[in-house]
């Protein structure tokens, strides 16, 4: 089978052109290793280009700049370093000897690779209630693609439900596009996500309703109005407290779960971290799972911020190299040291530490 013209050899192949497959690619093709990066959407850069704001830390991890921007360098690198990159092209299928089935339009391929890195992102939650199938009733992804990719605003009223860093940015990108956005309501009694996200929206004017859920939507032909509840500490809806907002846009962002799916066709060993936001593949200090050979990186390997699947990425990139030959194990760890170092800076306070606790976990299970 090796011998057919529809096998595509390659030393390190990555699934997913996110900031964490980016970032792989750069790091394992510094060093010289062959590399064939595969993503099913018509442009590298996943989410990376839905982000207009500006990132915040140090500067290492691109303070101060939009993550568009970012994603427009890491492109820049990977066509300065000549990595193969196969667009438009969704993989199917993972089998021994770590050969991927992948297919383009009408044109099934295998690629067989010495290593692969996974990096396949997330898939938002759904949230069910009664209406929710209404035309203007969409994930947070959808109004970030449709805002900041395409330009096109999704509705003129919003409701936003999920008060996360997902949520309050684009809450706030919203108003940055022209929208009303009428409130933001949030199930549990607190802000689940940055507070310096959350106080652009209070300078705007924006309601944050903790505690609150929407328990119906109404609409003809698409959404009109919605119909916003309070809960009680048992997070029961308490009569007489019912809302209604009219609007022509619900946006949904309620948390996202790891795409391991791969992971789990190759028989990755997995494990449920609420905290990762679901199962994900058990890995070690180099970013490799239980499969020798099989690398993951980013969100599929647990849900966290932009800058942390760019360092997961170089490192699992940069392990790759290494166990290829590629790159000293002296020059190997000096090089990784760095990179745990700075994922170590971004698990910092409340969210970061309960993540690198949850990632620390999963290092052990490794080793048991």
């Known amino acids: 089978m090796d011998t057919n013209e529809d096998v595509i050899h390659t030393e390190i192949a990555i699934v997913g052109g996110g900031p964490a497959g980016l970032s792989a690619s750069i790091e394992a093709r510094t060093y010289g290793a062959k590399v064939t990066l595969v993503d099913e959407n018509q442009k590298p850069g996943g989410q990376l280009f839905k982000q207009i704001h500006k990132f915040f830390g140090s500067q290492e ?46 044109l099934n391929r295998i690629i067989k690779a010495d290593r692969i890195i996974l990096a396949t992102g997330a898939s938002e939650n759904p949230l069910a209630f009664p209406g929710w199938t209404l035309p203007g009733v969409m994930g947070a992804g959808a109004v970030q693609t449709m805002m900041n990719v395409h330009r096109v605003l999704p509705g003129k009223n919003a409701l936003m439900i999920g008060s996360g860093n997902v949520g309050l940015i684009v809450a706030y990108q919203l108003l940055q596009a022209g929208a009303n956005v009428h409130a933001l309501i949030e199930a549990l009694p607190r802000i689940g996500g940055y507070l310096v996200h959350a106080a652009k929206l209070k300078r705007a004017s924006v309601p944050i309703l903790t505690s609150h859920t929407v328990s119906e939507a109404r609409g003809t032909e698409s959404i009109e109005e919605a119909i916003v509840v309070a809960l009680d500490k048992d997070y029961k809806p308490i009569t007489g407290s019912e809302q209604t907002f009219k609007v022509d846009l619900i946006c949904i962002a309620v948390g996202m779960s790891p795409e391991s799916e791969l992971c789990r066709m190759a028989g990755c060993r997995m494990k449920y971290i ?55 194990k002296d020059k190997f760890e000096e090089k990784a040291d760095i990179i745990r170092q700075r994922l170590l800076s971004l698990r910092t306070g409340p ?17 048991c």
């Open 61 to 106: 991890h691109h303070a101060g700049v939009r993550g568009y921007i970012i994603g427009e360098q890491l492109l820049r690198d990977c066509q300065r370093l000549n990595v193969e990159v196969m667009l438009e092209t969704v993989v199917w299928g993972i089998f021994e000897g770590n050969r991927l089935g992948v297919v383009n339009k009408s």
């Open 274 to 328: 609420k905290e990762l936001g679901g199962h994900v593949p058990i890995h070690d200090e180099r970013m490799e799972t239980t499969v020798p050979g099989i690398y993951v990186a980013g969100d599929s390997s647990g849900i966290e911020e932009a800058s942390t699947a760019i360092e997961e990425g170089r490192l699992a990139g940069l392990s790759a190299a290494e166990s290829l030959g590629y790159i000293s």
């Open 351 to 367: 969210f970061g530490e309960a993540r690198l606790k949850a990632k620390q976990k999963l290092i052990q299970e490794k080793r």
